[in-house]
């Protein structure tokens, strides 16, 4: 009998324990939520090796660290921090088998069932630091062990929470918040409520859920080609209230500018992302993704020397993609008067050439866009090189910026005039190997603002001057797969169906191995998938 009190009691200050340990952490993220980076560490800090929530939160936040600075010491070292945490959340588990046990799984205490979450986080980020720090094939099956075993956890987590026979302790809405995180970030698309459920609760990974919603809201629907529209709206009610609980967070004055400017309103999502430089110093790398986008902003009103500035001061603060910046400030002077003044004297075909000497590798790949621009760079190491008629336009293109500025007409307009001036000026020169090329780049993107301007008999003529030079296209075949995307969104957008279902199968099938292919095969899939998506409400109407 006093072996079961002994019991109780031993149970009784476990939870305890356990509540101060999250009480304590939630303390740590609100002063990192408030731009208090270092407070919030300090506060971790001295319980880290004997709690696996101050150890999980403390090496996440070195890790969310390490991969906005890219620098090699910060990843080695976020690295053996969530190894030593995974080490901590490791002395809580049961020793026994598998949760898929039902007996185990029914049998685990409240410690041990956070702990099985708050390892299966630590195996998850450990494998996305693998693959930023190595690129050796030994590596990558490291890595993907670790993702394997963190989501078969989180699956049997997911499934014993749902049971009824599931121990729900004191601290249960933390558990449940770590699930869903986990379950989530596997797959969005299912996971989607999951995540929601996570990041408007009370728990220690609601932070999180929302940044991984946010980032699926404002950047990974694009990629995917989505046209974000109904995105945005989910974004701004998840952000509402966390903007009126940290007003001054960096983190969420940065999502706050993105949607202002995926909504088209530039001048506020530049206000915004000034604000979030300067509502905090401590981490400059905050200010790099803030950089970013306003190298973007003053890109669509063509204010060309402001978005060099910013891809300037890219290029000398940030590792993530020097290629990329270099050839960046290269393209935005390009845009410039052959005789107006360059900043820092800097010279564009200098800068071009050295485009290709920055190319690096992300989990053993080189980034598409920075092979993209690198492409591109090629055409300058020759002795006197035909300049690139409207690159910035170009990249824009690549980042999904004609959809930006579609809600404003004047935007359209401006690149609109610039393109009939590029346009004019190939005219004027003599015909060279890349004429062609340059030409059906003009097209395309002419054709993307006459569709924003309504003018869709002369944005479908605009396409299709891309398609009669297919044969004649030397280097960019990139420009017929996505050129025949874009008519068949014009055509969804009339109506035309079966029109736009053919191009969408010839642009999927017919073109292989051309420059950002994974990008517009997103685009291929998710018009398909709108397209069937209505055929299936149209029916359900009829019926």
Same mark, same amino acid.
């Given at each position: 009998m006093s072996n079961g009190k002994d019991a109780n009691a031993a149970q009784n200050s476990s939870q305890m324990t356990l509540k101060e340990c999250l009480d304590?952490?939630?303390?740590?993220?609100?002063?990192?939520l408030n731009n208090h980076f270092s407070e919030s560490l300090e506060r971790l800090r001295p319980r880290v090796n004997e709690s696996m929530y101050h150890a999980l939160i403390y090496a996440t936040v070195l890790e969310m660290q390490a991969m906005m600075t890219f620098q090699h010491d910060d990843i080695t070292n976020a690295g053996i921090t969530m190894k030593s945490a995974q080490e901590v959340c490791q002395r809580f588990r049961r020793k026994s088998s598998a949760l898929a046990?039902?007996?185990?799984?029914?049998?685990?205490?409240?410690?041990?069932l956070h702990a099985e979450v708050c390892y299966a986080e630590c195996q998850l980020q450990r494998a996305a630091l693998t693959f930023l720090q190595d690129e050796n094939?030994?590596?990558?099956?490291? %890595?993907? !062990?670790?993702?394997?075993n963190s989501y078969l956890i989180y699956k049997e987590l997911h499934a014993l929470i749902k049971s009824h026979n599931c121990l729900k302790g004191a601290s249960h809405v933390h558990l449940e918040g770590g699930v869903s995180f986990g379950i989530g970030a596997f797959n969005l698309d299912y996971g989607l409520s999951l995540l929601h459920d996570g990041a408007t609760g009370v728990n220690l990974r609601s932070m999180l859920s929302a940044m991984l919603l946010l980032c699926y809201y404002t950047f990974l629907t694009f990629i995917l080609g989505r046209t974000g529209e109904g995105e945005v709206e989910e974004a701004e009610r998840l952000l509402k209230p966390f903007r009126l609980r940290?007003?001054? %967070?960096? !983190?969420?004055?940065?999502?706050a500018g993105r949607t202002e400017e995926i909504k088209g309103n530039i001048d506020e999502a530049v206000a915004l992302f000034e604000d979030g430089c300067k509502a905090q110093q401590a981490w400059k790398q905050f200010h790099h993704m803030c950089y970013w986008e306003l190298m973007w902003c003053f890109t669509y009103k063509r204010a060309w020397k402001m978005a060099y500035f910013y891809a300037d001061l890219l290029s000398q603060e940030s590792r993530w993609s020097k290629a990329m910046y270099v050839y960046m400030k290269a393209a935005y002077l390009s845009m410039l008067p052959d005789d107006e003044d360059r900043p820092f004297g800097e010279n564009e075909v200098q800068l071009f050439r050295q485009v290709p000497t920055f190319k690096q590798k992300i989990a053993g790949k080189s980034p598409p866009t920075e092979k993209f621009a690198i492409r591109k760079a090629r055409r300058y190491k020759a002795a006197c090189p035909h300049k690139l008629p409207v690159p910035v336009l170009e990249m824009m293109y690549m980042w999904n910026g004609f959809s930006m500025i579609s809600k404003r007409p004047e935007l359209t307009e401006g690149m609109l005039h610039t393109l009939v001036e590029a346009e004019s000026t190939l005219v004027e020169s003599l015909e060279n190997e890349f004429s062609v090329d340059d030409r059906c780049v003009i097209h395309l993107l002419k054709g993307l603002c006459l569709k924003n301007q309504g003018l869709l008999q002369a944005a479908e003529e605009s396409f299709r001057k891309v398609f009669s030079s297919e044969k004649k296209i030397r280097y960019d075949h990139y420009l017929v797969p996505n050129t025949l995307v874009e008519l068949s969104l014009l055509y969804i957008d009339q109506g035309r169906r079966e029109e736009a279902i053919r191009l969408l199968h010839k642009a999927k099938h017919n073109y292989k191995e051309y420059s950002m292919e994974s990008r517009t095969q997103f685009r291929i899939h998710a018009a398909l998938a709108k397209l069937k998506a209505n055929t299936s409400e149209e029916e359900d109407t009829h019926l």
């Open positions: 304590e952490c939630m303390e740590a993220l609100d002063l990192f046990n039902k007996s185990v799984g029914d049998s685990l205490n409240e410690v041990q094939m030994v590596s990558f099956i490291k %890595g993907g !062990i670790k993702v394997r940290y007003p001054r %967070g960096a !983190i969420f004055l940065f999502f």
